[in-house]
C-alpha cells in the first residue's frame, strides 16, 4: 500500500497544493518507482492523464514524479520495467516542443541562444541533469533492455523530428546538407554535417544538446552489449535504422557497430 498512498499523498498537487520539501517530494517519487509493479495500472492511467492534460510546467500536478522518472533512471529502474510505454509517452511529452511554444514556428529572439530551442526540445529544468552526456544520464537504456522495439522507434523518431527542426528552422545551420544514402539498392536522404556524425561520442556539447547526445550513446551501448549475444538480431536492428533514420547521426552509430565487429 506504500505506493498508493504515497501517489494519494501526490494528487494533493491536483488541488494547488504545493510541496516545497525536495526531500519529501524525492522520498515520495522512490516509493512510487519502488512499488511500480504493484501498482502498475495506477500508474499507467496517471501517465495517460498527464499526456493528455500536457503536465509539464513546474506547477503543473505531478511534474516532480515526471522529472525523477526522466533525470534519476537509476533510481527509477522498477518502474522502468514495469511500464516502458508509458515512460516512452512521458519522455515525449517532456522533451519534444509544443508546436504552440515555439513563437508560432518563428525562430526567436528570447530563445535565440537556447541550444534546446534549436532543435525543438523544451528547456525545462532537467537539461542540467543529462550534463555531461552520458549513456546512463537519461531513461534511454533501460528501456531499450526491456522494451527494444518501441524505444528504437521512438529514438528515430526523436532524432529525425530534433535533427529536421534544426535544420530548418535555425539561423546557423547551413553547415547541414542533404546527402544520399545507398543501401541495399536503395537511396535514403539523410541530413548531414561533421559534428552531426559525431553526437554519439560526445565531443560536440556546445553544438548537440546533452539530451540528444547521451540518447545516442544510450543506442550505441545497447547495441554493443546487444552484440555479445546476438549477432543476428543487431543487424537486423541496424538495417532497420539505416532505412528508417533521416540523420547521419544515427547512421554513425550503424557504422561504429559494424567496425567494432
Not at 553544438?207 to 538480431?233: F, G, R, V, W
Amino acid at each position: 500500500y506504500a505506493g498508493l498512498i504515497a501517489l494519494d499523498i501526490l494528487s494533493q498537487t491536483e488541488r494547488g497544493i504545493r510541496f516545497y520539501d525536495d526531500s519529501l517530494k524525492d522520498k515520495l517519487c522512490q516509493v512510487i518507482c519502488n512499488s511500480a509493479k504493484e501498482i502498475e495500472g495506477e500508474l499507467a492511467t496517471l501517465f495517460d492523464r498527464i499526456c493528455q492534460n500536457k503536465w509539464v510546467k513546474h506547477n503543473d500536478p505531478y511534474n516532480a514524479l515526471s522529472l525523477y522518472i526522466l533525470t534519476r533512471p537509476q533510481n527509477a529502474q522498477k518502474l522502468l520495467m514495469a511500464i516502458p510505454r508509458k515512460v516512452l509517452d512521458i519522455a515525449k511529452l517532456y522533451w519534444i516542443s509544443d508546436s504552440n511554444e515555439n513563437e508560432g514556428g518563428g525562430y526567436g529572439s528570447r530563445r535565440l541562444m537556447d541550444i534546446e530551442y534549436k532543435f525543438g526540445l523544451r528547456d525545462f529544468e532537467y537539461r542540467n541533469n543529462y550534463s555531461p552526456a552520458g549513456a546512463d544520464q537519461t531513461p534511454i537504456y533501460t528501456l531499450l533492455c526491456v522494451s527494444p522495439g518501441e524505444t528504437i522507434d521512438f529514438i528515430i523518431e526523436l532524432i529525425n523530428y530534433s535533427i529536421k527542426y534544426y535544420y530548418t528552422s535555425a539561423n546557423d545551420s547551413n553547415d547541414i546538407e542533404e546527402i544520399d544514402v545507398y543501401h541495399s539498392g536503395t537511396i535514403i536522404k539523410q541530413l548531414g554535417s561533421y559534428y552531426l556524425w559525431g553526437v554519439y561520442r560526445g565531443a560536440i556539447h556546445i553544438t548537440i544538446p546533452c539530451l540528444l547526445q547521451s540518447i545516442h550513446m544510450a543506442l550505441e551501448k545497447y547495441l554493443l552489449e546487444l552484440d555479445k549475444y546476438n549477432t543476428e538480431l543487431v543487424r537486423t536492428i541496424l538495417d532497420y535504422m539505416l532505412l528508417k533514420s533521416r540523420s547521419v547521426s544515427l547512421t554513425a552509430i550503424v557504422a561504429s557497430i559494424v567496425m567494432y565487429n
